[in-house]
């Protein structure tokens, strides 16, 4: 015996499955944005680390150091993602990298009227530290000579 079914679940059909498949693609996008964020803020963090604890003559061999560690790191571990240059900045003793980043959302210019894209910012900030120094306060923290 044959179940006939009516014309009208082909009809919900058509009307449910574009808001599963956009909400379905929005999540994977959300998923890449946060992937792609967390790499930058690893990588940034990772950066202002070294630069900080970095041993140069002057603030211009640092920065040239550090503009050689940067160009170093891996970019193409991003996906779908935009990366903007990293602006390195020494002053009074401090040191400050930041980079930016977008992720294009995919059929929004249809849907929306135009594009949309979800930007983010790494900033991080450090004191140069000498390591003399830090032994030395170290030492004199822990009671030792």
């Known amino acids: 015996m044959k179940k006939e079914t009516g ?3 082909t009809v919900e059909a058509a009307m449910i499955f574009p808001m599963v498949l956009f909400t379905i ?3 994977i996008y959300l998923q890449f944005f946060q992937y792609n964020r967390c790499l ?7 950066l202002l680390l070294r630069g900080a604890a970095l041993q140069a003559e002057d603030n211009e061999d640092r920065v040239r150091q550090l503009k050689e560690q940067a160009s170093g790191l891996y ?8 990366n903007g240059e990293i602006v390195l900045k020494l002053e009074k003793g401090k040191i400050s990298v930041k ?3 977008q992720l294009r959302f995919p059929f929004s210019g ?3 009227g135009r594009n949309q894209v979800w930007m983010t ?8 530290i000498s390591p003399v120094s830090f032994v030395r ?3 004199k923290l822990s009671g030792g000579e």
């Open 99 to 101: 980079k930016s980043g």
């Open 137 to 139: 306060s170290y030492r």
């Open 40 to 46: 930058m803020e690893q990588d940034m963090g990772i």
């Open 25 to 27: 693609v929005l999540v």
């Open 121 to 128: 910012t790494a900033a991080y900030e450090n004191h140069i």
């Open 75 to 82: 970019s193409e571990k991003y996906i779908a993602w935009d």
């Open 7 to 9: 014309a009208y679940f």
């Open 110 to 112: 249809e849907i929306f």
